[in-house]
């Protein structure tokens, strides 16, 4: 079966810079799109970022310039570079995979989630 599995999250300051990466399994992986997205405590689900099958990436407002995704098909890996993080930044952090083509950021569009790593930052 799919299974899509985040790690790297944890409790940082404020300006500090974490990687999370999601290794996905159970899926031809480079047909998919992938794509982030987070839920603060109280909060929907907010979109952050996609990457189609082919490399093209969208991201949510809030987080360009900062965040960075990218994905590596020979590991079946996406990642999400996430710059001078910001207290408003601490989440949930799910990755999805769904269908491949560009800007996919609807949440409903996406097939499979995983379970999500906490990324909290202290101001």
């Known amino acids: 079966q799919v299974q899509l599995v985040e790690s790297g999250g944890g409790l940082v300051q404020a300006g500090d810079s974490v990687r999370l990466s999601c290794a996905a399994s159970?899926?031809?992986?480079?047909?998919?799109?992938m794509a982030w997205f987070r839920q603060a405590p109280g909060k929907e689900r907010e979109f952050v970022s996609t990457?189609?099958?082919?490399?093209?990436?969208l991201s949510a407002d809030s987080v360009k310039g900062r965040f960075t995704i990218s994905r590596d098909n020979a590991k079946n890996t996406v990642y999400l570079q996430m710059n001078t993080l910001k207290p408003a930044d601490t989440a949930v952090y799910c990755c999805?995979?769904?269908?491949?083509?560009?800007?996919?950021?609807?949440?409903?569009?996406?097939?499979?989630w995983g379970p999500g790593t906490q990324v909290t930052v202290s101001s």
């Open positions: 990457i189609s099958r082919s490399g093209m990436t």
């Open positions: 159970g899926l031809t992986f480079n047909t998919y799109g």
């Open positions: 999805a995979a769904g269908p491949g083509g560009y800007g996919n950021a609807k949440s409903d569009n996406y097939n499979y």
